[in-house]
């Protein structure tokens, strides 16, 4: 039975960049990143609601848990919306690989620095050389996925379809996101026990993210009417899953952790990004450019599996 929910684990970080590329190919209707995760979030909104009124059996908040508690409790839609719109700005720019690697890397860092200090009221778990062993090896796996290929096409003489340079700004960008995507663990997390529901607190979570999309693209950037043009028979039903797969993953991921732990679901739910990423590029599913996955990819993605076990399970 274990074996069968760590599958569950493993199925549910490979749907994670199944998200970003529906969600990549969502913008190109759209024609914006901000009305594809205003869309995303959408559909992830009222799958939650019902969810959260089917085991909690309302979607308000008292009002004293609003006076009692600190301000950045609310904060983690906003996070989770630059999170996912960074997912899809970077998809087209970094392939598949990347685009899940480097937020990784961001989310690892980001969830050290909260455990070493307790921040958002987390246990304190102090930085040791053990973690110290993982994120080296971690960084040595990122180099040999990201900077070793590159390297290796200059050394033959082929050059990249964008430079390192031009790149540079966007792998910055995406670990920053996934640093903001761990901090909003960690906030959920503790909504969640505040509300005495995790299902809630995502919930709440996604309504904040759709409520600042709905401002962003309604009153500064005049794109709501964007929303019509991911209608109609031309364009695929699937690309409206994004925020079913969000969703289901953060519900999973919830009823998944007492079972089997947090540690062991983290790695599986991570091993599972990285090998649907390497999919993706290797056969340019959902319109994805198609990037053969080298030998070199396949030792430093080894080595990122090695240094999440150790920082995630001791």
């Known amino acids: 039975m274990s074996l069968f929910y760590l599958l569950i684990a493993l199925a549910i970080g490979f749907g ?16 914006s990143p901000f009305v594809a995760s205003f869309i995303s979030f959408l559909v992830g909104t009222i799958f939650l609601s019902v969810v959260t009124l089917l085991t909690k059996h309302t979607l308000l908040v008292p009002s004293e848990i609003f006076t009692s508690s600190p301000w950045w409790l609310w904060i983690g839609g ?15 720019k970094l392939g598949g690989v990347q685009t899940v690697i480097l937020p990784i890397l961001g989310q690892i ?29 971690l960084i ?38 996934g640093a903001m995507m761990a901090t909003q663990s960690a906030i959920n997390g503790r909504l969640g026990a505040v ?54 993953f953060v519900l999973t991921m919830a009823a998944l952790v007492p079972i089997l732990g947090t540690g062991l679901v983290v790695v599986a739910g991570l091993f599972g990004q990285l090998v649907c990423s390497i999919l993706i590029d290797q056969f ?26 150790l920082i995630k399970l001791v």
């Open 16 to 31: 994670m960049p199944i998200q970003t590329a529906i969600n990549s190919r969502l913008r190109s209707y759209v024609l």
């Open 78 to 92: 906003l996070l989770g919306v630059i999170g996912l719109t960074g997912n899809i700005l970077l998809f087209p």
């Open 109 to 137: 860092f980001a969830s050290m620095i909260i455990d070493h200090f307790g921040f958002f009221g987390s246990p304190v778990i102090p930085f040791s050389l053990i973690r110290a062993l993982g994120v080296l090896f």
């Open 140 to 177: 040595l796996g990122i180099l040999a996925v990201i900077a070793l290929p590159g390297y290796l096409r200059k050394r033959k003489g082929h050059v990249p379809e964008v430079t390192e340079g031009g790149r540079l700004p966007f792998q910055l960008f995406g670990i920053l996101a």
């Open 195 to 248: 509300l005495e529901s995790p299902v809630h607190a995502a919930f709440i979570s996604f309504l904040v993210g759709l409520i600042l999309l709905f401002i962003t693209i309604t009153f500064f950037l005049r794109k709501l009417q964007n929303v019509k043009f991911a209608m109609g028979k031309s364009k695929p039903k699937w690309i409206w899953l994004g925020g079913i797969i969000g969703s289901f």
């Open 284 to 309: 340019g599913w959902f319109g994805a450019r198609k990037s053969p996955t080298t030998s070199i990819q396949i030792l430093g993605l080894v080595l990122m599996v090695a240094g999440v076990i």
